[in-house]
Structure formats: C-alpha cells, structure tokens
C-alpha cells in the first residue's frame, strides 16, 4: 500500500488570534485564508487517496523540520504540500515546486500540474525547481508543492473558494496517475 504524507500550508485555524499564527497569503476582500483552503483540499486528498487505497497521514502547524522529519520516520512514499500563491494581484495559475534533482518527484509534479491545469482550467505556470524549501529538500522521498493558484488574483480566488472539491480530486488523480506510470 502506498504511503502518502499530505501537508496543508500553514497553520490550523484554531492558532488564530495566537502571536504563532501563519495564516499563510490572504484575500482580505474575499475573506479567504491559505491556511483554511489548503486544510479543506487537504482533508478532501486525503479522503480520495484513502479511497484509491492509498495510506494517508497528514500534518499541519508544526515545524517545518517537524512535518518533513515525520514524513521521513512514517517511512512516506511520497510527500504532497498544498498552498495558494500570491504576488501581484495580476499573476494568475498554477504551479508545482519539486527539488532539482528528485527525478521522482519531477514526475510525480508533472501529473498533479497536468491534472489541476485540464481540470479546472487554470494558466499553466509549469513545474519551478526549488532548492530553498525544506518540505523539498528535507524529504527522503518523491516530494512536491502545489500552488493551486493565486489567491489574491480574482478569478483564482473564485476558484479557490468554490472548486476545493475538484482541486482535491485533480490533485489525488495526478498522484494515482503517476501511481499508474501515467
């Protein structure tokens, strides 16, 4: 049975009010926060991936060194961070981070962008080596990052306010097609 880590960015909503508090990007004018829709897609991955018989764990609000180092004990087959982007209110799409040199994980990226980019319709920014990420870099298996898109461009953050459900299947398809050898 395949094991997969399932990280949501950023920190849980009960931390709110707290100083530790991460809500990660945030559109105000929306009232949407990283951290909440990366938890809903999460939980919806997880339910998904359980259903295509994979084995799921997820983690959100620890350390970085914490969610990376309990990926590698739980012995994870492959690693999934989920995030929304930002930057300009102009940028739009999605991308998928990997480490350089995890060929695997190059792979298993490129079927989650290609899933999310045909499912819902979003710019395709492609697949962004990163070696600054410790959920990258600090992982012993296939790892990636999904920026499912920009939450603070309007049309993104419609989508990620209203399609959580087809984010979570896009992103839990790409895994059973890389699963697969697409």
Same mark, same amino acid.
């Given at each position: 049975?395949? /094991?997969?880590?399932?990280?949501?960015?950023?920190d849980?909503?009960?931390? /709110?009010?707290?100083? *530790?508090?991460?809500p990660?990007?945030v559109?105000e004018?929306m009232?949407?926060?990283?951290?909440e829709i990366?938890?809903?897609v999460?939980?919806?991955v997880?339910?998904?991936l359980?259903?295509?018989?994979? @084995?799921?764990?997820?983690?959100?609000?620890?350390?970085l060194r914490?969610i990376?180092?309990?990926?590698?004990?739980?012995?994870?087959?492959?690693?999934i961070?989920?995030h929304?982007?930002a %930057?300009?209110?102009?940028?739009n799409g999605? !991308?998928?981070?990997?480490y350089?040199?995890d060929? !695997?994980g190059h792979?298993?990226?490129?079927?989650?962008q290609?899933?999310?980019?045909?499912?819902?319709g979003?710019?395709?920014?492609?697949?962004?080596?990163?070696? *600054?990420?410790a959920?990258?870099?600090?992982?012993?298996?296939?790892?990636?990052l999904?920026?499912?898109?920009?939450?603070?461009?309007?049309?993104?953050?419609v989508l990620?306010r209203? @399609?959580q459900? !087809? %984010?979570?299947?896009a992103?839990a398809?790409?895994?059973?097609d890389y699963l697969?050898?697409?």
């Amino acid at each position: 049975m395949t /094991k997969v880590f399932v990280n949501p960015g950023h920190d849980q909503l009960e931390l /709110k009010g707290t100083s *530790d508090y991460d809500p990660g990007a945030v559109n105000e004018e929306m009232g949407l926060y990283e951290n909440e829709i990366a938890a809903a897609v999460g939980r919806l991955v997880e339910k998904y991936l359980t259903e295509a018989g994979c @084995e799921v764990k997820s983690l959100q609000h620890e350390s970085l060194r914490k969610i990376y180092e309990t990926a590698n004990e739980w012995g994870a087959d492959l690693f999934i961070s989920i995030h929304c982007n930002a %930057f300009n209110g102009v940028a739009n799409g999605t !991308e998928t981070l990997t480490y350089p040199s995890d060929m !695997e994980g190059h792979k298993l990226a490129g079927c989650i962008q290609n899933q999310i980019v045909d499912s819902l319709g979003t710019y395709d920014r492609g697949l962004k080596a990163r070696t *600054d990420l410790a959920v990258l870099n600090g992982t012993d298996m296939p790892a990636v990052l999904v920026e499912m898109a920009f939450i603070d461009h309007p049309d993104d953050a419609v989508l990620l306010r209203d @399609e959580q459900d !087809e %984010f979570a299947r896009a992103i839990a398809r790409g895994v059973t097609d890389y699963l697969s050898g697409y």
